[in-house]
Protein backbone atom coordinates (compact mmCIF):
# COMPACT_ATOMS: atom_id res chain seq x y z
CA UNK A 1 0.00 0.00 0.00
CA UNK A 2 3.02 2.40 0.82
CA UNK A 3 4.33 1.35 -2.19
CA UNK A 4 1.93 2.76 -4.42
CA UNK A 5 2.61 6.57 -4.43
CA UNK A 6 6.47 6.18 -4.82
CA UNK A 7 5.51 3.67 -7.89
CA UNK A 8 3.32 6.02 -10.00
CA UNK A 9 5.70 8.70 -9.37
CA UNK A 10 8.63 6.69 -10.67
CA UNK A 11 6.26 5.73 -13.43
CA UNK A 12 4.97 9.38 -14.07
CA UNK A 13 8.72 10.39 -14.26
CA UNK A 14 9.77 7.59 -16.52
CA UNK A 15 7.13 8.89 -19.14
CA UNK A 16 8.91 12.37 -19.86
CA UNK A 17 7.20 12.45 -23.28
CA UNK A 18 3.38 11.09 -24.64
CA UNK A 19 1.85 11.67 -27.77
CA UNK A 20 -1.80 11.15 -28.71
CA UNK A 21 -3.89 12.12 -31.70
CA UNK A 22 -7.85 11.04 -31.88
CA UNK A 23 -10.39 11.66 -34.83
CA UNK A 24 -13.31 14.18 -34.68
CA UNK A 25 -15.92 12.08 -35.16
CA UNK A 26 -17.42 9.58 -37.83
CA UNK A 27 -20.50 7.60 -38.54
CA UNK A 28 -21.74 4.23 -40.04
CA UNK A 29 -23.79 4.77 -43.21
CA UNK A 30 -26.42 1.51 -43.73
CA UNK A 31 -27.80 1.74 -47.00
CA UNK A 32 -30.52 -0.33 -49.01
CA UNK A 33 -29.96 -1.80 -51.87
CA UNK A 34 -32.60 -4.99 -52.68
CA UNK A 35 -34.29 -7.71 -50.92
CA UNK A 36 -31.45 -8.96 -48.38
CA UNK A 37 -28.70 -6.43 -49.89
CA UNK A 38 -27.01 -3.94 -48.17
CA UNK A 39 -23.96 -1.14 -48.32
CA UNK A 40 -22.60 -0.83 -45.08
CA UNK A 41 -20.07 2.59 -45.51
CA UNK A 42 -18.21 4.21 -42.18
CA UNK A 43 -17.30 7.54 -42.59
CA UNK A 44 -14.38 9.22 -40.70
CA UNK A 45 -13.11 12.74 -39.63
CA UNK A 46 -9.66 12.95 -38.89
CA UNK A 47 -8.31 16.37 -37.86
CA UNK A 48 -5.63 17.24 -40.61
CA UNK A 49 -4.08 19.69 -38.86
CA UNK A 50 -3.01 18.55 -35.60
CA UNK A 51 -3.43 14.59 -36.16
CA UNK A 52 -0.57 12.49 -36.58
CA UNK A 53 -0.45 10.79 -40.00
CA UNK A 54 0.92 7.70 -39.67
CA UNK A 55 -2.12 6.84 -36.89
CA UNK A 56 -4.64 6.46 -39.17
CA UNK A 57 -5.94 3.02 -39.70
CA UNK A 58 -5.75 1.19 -43.07
CA UNK A 59 -9.37 -0.87 -42.44
CA UNK A 60 -11.73 -0.73 -39.92
CA UNK A 61 -13.18 -4.54 -38.49
CA UNK A 62 -16.81 -4.55 -37.76
CA UNK A 63 -18.76 -7.23 -36.31
CA UNK A 64 -22.67 -7.32 -36.94
CA UNK A 65 -24.95 -8.49 -34.16
CA UNK A 66 -28.01 -10.07 -34.28
CA UNK A 67 -30.63 -7.62 -31.75
CA UNK A 68 -33.16 -9.96 -30.47
CA UNK A 69 -30.08 -12.34 -29.54
CA UNK A 70 -27.25 -10.13 -29.16
CA UNK A 71 -25.08 -13.04 -30.85
CA UNK A 72 -22.85 -12.07 -33.90
CA UNK A 73 -23.96 -12.86 -37.20
CA UNK A 74 -21.16 -11.07 -39.33
CA UNK A 75 -17.57 -9.84 -39.25
CA UNK A 76 -16.38 -7.64 -41.84
CA UNK A 77 -13.68 -5.44 -42.86
CA UNK A 78 -14.25 -2.23 -43.75
CA UNK A 79 -10.96 -0.92 -45.62
CA UNK A 80 -10.15 2.80 -46.36
CA UNK A 81 -10.86 3.99 -50.08
CA UNK A 82 -10.42 7.37 -49.96
CA UNK A 83 -9.73 10.81 -48.43
CA UNK A 84 -10.97 14.20 -49.01
CA UNK A 85 -10.49 17.42 -46.98
CA UNK A 86 -14.08 18.71 -45.31
CA UNK A 87 -13.86 22.41 -44.78
CA UNK A 88 -14.41 23.82 -40.78
CA UNK A 89 -17.88 25.62 -41.44
CA UNK A 90 -17.17 26.83 -37.64
CA UNK A 91 -14.26 27.80 -36.85
CA UNK A 92 -15.41 28.61 -32.58
CA UNK A 93 -16.07 24.76 -32.39
CA UNK A 94 -12.17 23.82 -32.95
CA UNK A 95 -10.44 21.97 -30.19
CA UNK A 96 -7.66 24.16 -28.58
CA UNK A 97 -4.67 22.52 -27.97
Given at each position: MRLRLPLLLLALL???QAYATHIVGGEFELQHLSKNEYRLSLNVYFDEIYGRQ???DGAVFVTIFEKGTDQAVRHLTLPLKETSLLNYTNVAVR???
Open positions: LCLNQKVAI
